[in-house]
Nanobody, 119 residues
């Protein structure tokens, strides 16, 4: 059974920092592209950042220079370090795991963790 379990969400003041973690089980973690997405109230889910199996990263424009995605294959965990946060970062953050190879394609989601940026 595949599980992606996010943790680390909460309330943070504007300008503050928070680190999200996503622990994966039931998959061969090292071969998956891992990502973080977010969904604010009344808005569609959007990409935040991804990291491939070889460590290549990609960031959405609004978070470039402020957020850092990383992975620890030994711990089957992906992280999102968020800094200089603004109220616009308030959303439910979801962990995602993707793999495609030949005719095989897998896509898994975590349950989400709430991040609220407010004074």
């Amino acid at each position: 059974q595949v599980q992606l379990v996010e943790s680390g969400g909460g309330l943070v003041q504007p300008g503050g920092s928070l680190r999200l973690s996503c622990a994966a089980s039931g998959i061969t973690f090292s071969i998956y592209t891992m990502g973080w997405y977010r969904q604010a109230p009344g808005k569609q889910r959007e990409l935040v950042a991804t990291i491939t199996s070889d460590g290549s990263t990609n960031y959405a424009e609004p978070v470039k220079g402020r957020f850092t995605i990383s992975r620890d294959n030994a711990k089957n965990t992906v992280y999102l370090q968020m800094s200089s946060q603004t109220p616009e970062d308030t959303a439910v953050y979801y962990c995602n795991a993707k793999f495609s190879g030949g005719r095989t394609w897998f896509n898994y989601w975590g349950q989400g963790t709430q991040v609220t940026v407010s004074s």
